[in-house]
């Protein structure tokens, strides 16, 4: 099991002195409006973007003096948009997560074209192996990325928004999968309901800072949303789960032509 520890990490104006632990075996959920920073923080994380200040450890060890090859083996990332520009099969792709675990001129092997498989089948896309991956749609790139990930066998499961484009049967089953992988995940998320049935706890992020952090019916509260968001809502126990349910409030008449104008 794998603890991911986030110290002060900033980068330029975008993302100021976050701090953040995913515990081993934790699914930690990063929520904000847009332009909090929540990309920013993943991306200083997983190696994209080098932070200005402040640091990234995995089990102790900095995640910015890795090379791209060791940081591979143990964080695998699933990014908000992915170029479809390359010309392989759904499954050729998912077979490339192996690929930091494998010498350089090392060829796909029959038992990473078999792993590849089962993961297409895990995210319930292996009719689709043979595709060319330019031609999936949103959602279908969305899953072969998942499973490309699952195939990297990382410690660390960073995802970027991964149920944009899914329709609601795939978020719940991508989510689900996520949360049962038995990896440390770290992820980003626009609905807050999900976000509090998936997440062990919560980071609230606004205009770069941390600013609220806990169990999901902690921070998802009617005061936060209304701070950190500008909505009214209610927050109410789900009536199976117990997790938060959040229903948003319609703004007055006068507000919404406010809005648009």
Same mark, same amino acid.
């Given at each position: ?47 994209? +973007? /080098? ?5 990234? $450890?995995?089990? =102790?060890?900095?995640? !910015? @003096?890795?090379?791209? #090859? *060791? ?56 009719? +689709? /192996? ?5 031609? $999936?749609?949103? =959602?279908?790139?969305? !899953? @072969?990325?998942?499973? #490309? *990930? ?112």
């Amino acid at each position: 099991m794998t603890e991911l520890r986030v110290e002060a990490l900033s980068f330029e104006d975008r993302l100021r002195e976050a701090d953040l632990v995913v515990r081993p075996g934790e699914t930690v959920g990063l929520v904000g409006p847009n332009g909090s920073g929540k990309t920013t923080l993943l991306r200083c994380v997983y190696g994209t +973007l /080098a932070a200005t200040s402040g640091r990234a $450890l995995l089990d =102790g060890d900095d995640l !910015r @003096a890795m090379g791209p #090859r *060791a940081r591979a083996r143990r964080v695998a990332t699933v990014p908000q948009e992915s170029s479809a520009e390359f010309e392989l099969t759904v499954r050729e792709l998912v077979a490339l997560g192996r690929s930091p675990h494998k010498r350089f001129w090392e060829g796909d092997s029959a038992a990473d074209l078999a792993r590849a498989d089962a993961a297409l089948d895990r995210v319930g896309i292996r009719h +689709l /192996a043979d595709r060319p991956y330019p031609g $999936l749609s949103g =959602g279908e790139r969305q !899953r @072969a990325l998942v499973a #490309r *990930a699952l195939v990297q066998d990382p410690a660390l499961l960073v995802l970027d928004e991964p149920t944009n484009h899914l329709d609601i049967r795939y978020q719940l089953e991508v989510l689900g999968l996520v949360r049962h992988l038995g990896t440390s995940n770290l992820l980003a998320l626009h609905d807050l309901t999900l976000a509090g049935a998936y997440c062990d706890r919560l980071y609230v992020l606004e205009r770069g800072r941390v600013v609220a952090e806990g169990p999901p019916q902690d921070v998802l509260t009617p005061e936060l949303l209304r701070t950190v968001y500008g909505v009214e809502a209610e927050v109410m126990p789900h009536p199976r789960t117990g997790t938060p349910l959040v229903v948003y409030l319609p703004s007055p008449p006068a507000e919404r032509k406010l809005s648009a104008m």
